[in-house]
Each structure stands twice: as structure tokens, then as C-alpha cells.
């Protein structure tokens, strides 16, 4: 009994936590798209764990920081009057520190 009713106290900070990390991951994906519109490579870089992984549609992994860093170098002349339009961010909490964040988004340049 005495665990159960621990565990029940301890439900709403379980929850309150989760709910900060879902919007903490949210707030990063914004402001991940607000540099990218800004053009700011280097503090985009900075913002990514050195594992960090890019994870494609059909399951390839990708190297996040390098493949960035390239892609940005590849188009940075080509690509002017930059956006991003995010239809939805949403976030799934997946282990104590850690959430899986899945995005759409219109991006349109000139």
C-alpha cells in the first residue's frame, strides 16, 4: 500500500516533467527553423549533440552536424528569401532525457 501511494504522489511530477521535455522539444524545433531561415550554420551546429543522427524517410542515417554543414555550403549562394512553414511539431516523450519529435513543414525559397 505504502508503494502505491508513493507512486501516485510521485504521477503528477512524472507528468509535469514529461510535459516540459514535450514542449522543451517543441521550442527547439522552432527555434531550429528560425536559425535555419536566419542562415546562422554555426550556431545551428553548436545546438546538436556530436552523434546526432538525420534520419531519412526511407531509413538511411545520416551524421547530422556534417550533413548539415555540407547541405548549408552546397546551397548557401542558390538559395535566397528562405522559409519555413510548420504545419505541426509534435513530440513523444521516449526515455527519462529524450524525445522522438515529428515535424511538417513547407519550405519555399527563391
Not at 68 to 93: G, M, P, W
Amino acid at each position: 500500500m505504502k508503494k502505491l501511494l508513493f507512486l501516485l504522489a510521485l504521477l503528477p511530477a512524472i507528468a509535469f516533467s514529461q510535459e516540459d521535455l514535450k514542449t522543451s522539444a517543441e521550442e527547439f524545433v522552432r527555434n531550429y527553423y528560425k536559425l535555419f531561415q536566419e542562415s546562422n550554420i554555426d550556431l545551428l551546429k553548436d545546438k546538436f549533440a556530436e552523434d546526432a543522427q538525420f534520419i531519412l524517410a526511407h531509413g538511411q542515417v545520416l551524421p547530422l552536424r556534417e550533413t548539415l554543414q555540407s547541405n548549408f555550403e552546397k546551397n548557401r549562394d542558390s538559395i535566397t528569401n528562405y522559409k519555413i512553414e510548420v504545419k505541426y511539431i509534435i513530440a513523444d516523450v521516449t526515455a527519462p532525457n529524450s524525445a522522438f519529435v515529428t515535424t511538417s513543414c513547407i519550405e519555399s525559397w527563391d
